[in-house]
């Protein structure tokens, strides 16, 4: 047998061992710990490193101790903080990342002396008396005050001491033990005052039995079963109180091992979230320790907090205070405060920002274990040290690539720190054998290849290595084009600083956008977009997602041109052009220079579009086949018309939105205006001419009525031919 297939036998036998502790889930502890660190890198790569509005964390901090007096505080001082933030900052939820398992009993005196009489002759009855108690009662009035309002309360489940029983527990979500749901295992709990936990539907754990072994918060579950049913995690509870549910539906599937059925995702009102085994999260972190905006809590109570910072937010009371001891470690911090915890993971729900393994990895990583193994086993055995080395290199560099891939774009987290051992060890395995055993025939070979071979065909060979080649496909797609309106003539008045800022601060929003709602950026060409949807991954809701961008890209210029105010810059306007249709798609160009690009008729057809919002004052145009895929929304017929370079007509269309969002003014608009294009289809001119005149009264786009007042004097002047079908030819771009 040849020195090189004992070393790739060795090397599939290295594979196969891996492979089965995979399988097993037998790992080493080195590899769990370099799995977690590289999970740790992705996760700081790739965060948003900005604020959340939408979540406000109101903190128990130094200063409100200092202010309020030492913790814990009376319930009426909690009573006041949830009435202060409900009714004066109009906060739209108040989530406690905190327990009140034991009575008030301070405040009860200190009322109860206020309100006995005076007069030491006067005496109270013991039914009075006993009213009295009820009445001065806090614990007693804070649950009143969370009665009224929209309140999430905390608590804590145990998982070891099934004698700890205290207080109250907030409803199931899941109120049945259900297979395929495998949660931790709750013996016991540290709940509230009943009194208090009845006064809301809603209450979550704040507890975390999944830490890491390295004790950092990395996943938190959102379900715990105690006795035979689910309970949620403070987050969630949070999502399904700003929701107005109660309970959340299990999404269950077959495992990937087996026939045993899997919890995969859970359905919390029709926002999907993914969870592991466990019904854990990965926490969805936005960055370091201030990712959500704080407010001190004693200038809520004192009433000195900012109104724009809580109106309308959900807000989740907390502490940051070192002696209150909420402090957790995190990939980010050693020192992260456990509320912004719960508040990254509310955060990530709402914006369908969850991390997870789906349920097929452990497949994804055997096939990159075999991969592996069958690619450095085989090849690199044959391969001299230099090309061995540059392989291993690009294979390595491969799945990292995939990986980061999968994590950005995707969401997924897959395994990648067992492939990258199985690199390295069949590397150093197959490059020590190699210097052994086969170093002098290298030496040979490659003295004989440099005789006999000129260097013009190597050169030549390496050049074919390194080549790329070209692949296309036909798909069904949309495709969107933009541009900024009068951008030679803004260019012609800011210095070159000045126009890339402007660019940046434009194009950073947009392809946001575009990101967001699951769009591929072709190309930018100087101040226009390049877009489509359904490729490199195949979409069948292409047309609504791309559609979905558009209208979210206008909606965003508004924030885009406050933005280039504050900064001096002067303010834009966009025309964009949406088509759906069948275009050629694939890596294209040279050998120097590739772009994965669509080209075709539809392509060509969705820049003319965008061309045309110039002429009928629109700051978007669809075609008739976008329109179709889209029925929910509601369009504007604006034009039937005949572009350069086509010789077929098309309809154009003015999105509006979705229909059920619609006013009825602006459906009896669509109406009139539809009626107006009949009329004139019709070559009913004086008729047309009425409509249009109501719709400049009721201050409809006064560029599309003036269109078809031209040509309706036009045509009054010079009939159009017997044979007209309304279609209007447009000569320029």
């Not at 201030?290 to 309308?312: I, N």
Request: glycine share 8%; aromatic share 8%; proline share 5%.
């Amino acid at each position: 047998m040849s020195q090189r297939w004992i070393r790739s036998l060795v090397g599939l036998g290295l594979t196969l061992l891996m492979l089965l502790s995979v399988w097993t889930g037998q790992r080493p502890e080195l590899a769990e710990r370099l799995e977690l660190d590289l999970y740790d890198l992705r996760l700081k790569q790739s965060l948003l490193n900005e604020q959340d509005p939408r979540i406000v964390i109101v903190d128990v901090d130094e200063p409100s101790l200092a202010a309020e007096g030492r913790w814990p505080w009376s319930r009426d001082k909690l009573a006041r903080l949830v009435s202060q933030l409900t009714d004066q900052y109009g906060v739209a939820l108040v989530g406690f990342d905190m327990v009140f398992s034991e009575s008030d009993n301070r405040v009860t005196a200190v009322r109860l002396q206020q309100s006995l009489p005076t007069d030491p002759q006067q005496r109270f009855s013991a039914q009075q008396l006993q009213r009295l108690l009820q009445q001065s009662d806090p614990d007693r009035n804070f649950a009143g005050v969370i009665a009224e309002r929209p309140v999430v309360m905390g608590y804590v489940f145990n998982q070891q001491d099934a004698a700890l029983v205290n207080g109250g527990l907030g409803p199931a979500t899941v109120s049945a033990l259900t297979a395929g749901i495998e949660a931790p295992l709750a013996q016991g709990y540290l709940g509230n005052l009943p009194a208090l936990q009845q006064s809301t539907p809603w209450g979550g754990f704040f507890d975390n039995p999944l830490v890491d072994a390295d004790g950092t918060y990395r996943r938190v579950p959102l379900l715990q079963q105690y006795q035979q049913a689910y309970y949620p995690s403070l987050a969630l509870a949070s999502l399904l109180a700003l929701l107005g549910e109660t309970e959340v539906t299990p999404i269950i599937e077959r495992d990937i091992r087996g026939d045993n059925p899997a919890l995969i995702a859970i359905d919390a009102g029709g926002i999907r979230i993914p969870v592991d085994h466990r019904s854990a999260v990965l926490v969805p972190y936005r960055g370091p320790m201030g990712s959500f905006p704080y407010v001190s809590a004693t200038d809520v109570l004192q009433g000195r907090a900012d109104p724009a910072v809580l109106e309308g937010a959900i807000v989740l009371v907390g502490t940051s205070a070192a002696g209150l001891l909420d402090l957790r470690v995190t990939p980010l911090q050693n020192r992260y405060p456990g509320v912004e915890v719960h508040a990254n993971i509310l955060s990530g729900m709402l914006d369908e920002r969850i991390h997870h393994q789906p349920d097929y990895t452990i497949a994804v990583e055997l096939t990159q274990l075999l991969i592996t193994g069958l690619l450095l086993s085989l090849l690199v055995p044959r391969l001299s040290v230099f090309w061995g080395s540059l392989l291993t290199l690009a294979w390595g560099l491969a799945l990292i690539g995939a990986n980061l891939y999968a994590w950005n774009q995707l969401l997924w987290v897959i395994p990648l720190a067992y492939s990258l051992l199985l690199t390295l060890l069949l590397y150093l395995f197959q490059l020590s054998t190699g210097y052994f055993f086969e170093s002098r025939n290298r030496q040979r070979l490659a003295s004989q290849f440099g005789q006999y071979i000129p260097a013009e065909i190597v050169d030549e060979l390496n050049a074919r290595g390194g080549e790329v080649e070209l692949e296309g496909e036909s798909r069904d797609m949309t495709v969107f084009f933009s541009d900024v309106r009068g951008f030679t003539g803004l260019s012609e008045q800011l210095n070159p600083q000045q126009l890339t800022r402007l660019m940046n601060i434009y194009l950073t929003r947009m392809t946001a956008l575009i990101y967001r709602h699951r769009g591929t950026v072709d190309k930018y060409i100087g101040d226009a977009v390049m877009a489509f949807w359904g490729a490199p991954l195949a979409d069948p809701q292409h047309q609504r997602q791309a559609l979905d961008a558009a209208m979210a890209m206008l909606e965003a210029m508004a924030d885009v041109n406050r933005e280039l105010e504050q900064e001096g810059l002067p303010q834009i306007s966009v025309g964009m052009g949406l088509n759906s249709g069948k275009m050629n798609v694939g890596n294209m160009g040279s050998s120097y220079r590739m772009a994965y690009t669509v080209m075709g008729d539809a392509v060509n057809l969705g820049s003319r579009l965008e061309g045309l919002t110039k002429f009928y004052g629109v700051a978007l145009i669809v075609s008739d086949a976008l329109k179709q895929a889209v029925p929910e929304y509601l369009f504007l017929e604006l034009d039937r018309v005949q572009v350069k370079g086509r010789s077929e007509p098309v309809i154009l269309w003015q999105p509006l939105g979705l229909k059920e969002d619609q006013a009825e003014a602006l459906l009896r608009l669509t109406e009139n205006f539809s009626t107006a294009l009949s009329l004139f289809r019709q070559r009913a001119w004086r008729e047309c001419l009425e409509v249009l005149q109501q719709l400049e009264r009721q201050q409809f786009n006064p560029q599309l009525l003036a269109i078809y007042r031209r040509r309706i004097a036009d045509y009054q002047q010079l009939p159009p031919p017997e044979k007209w079908d309304g279609v209007f030819i447009h000569t320029s771009k």
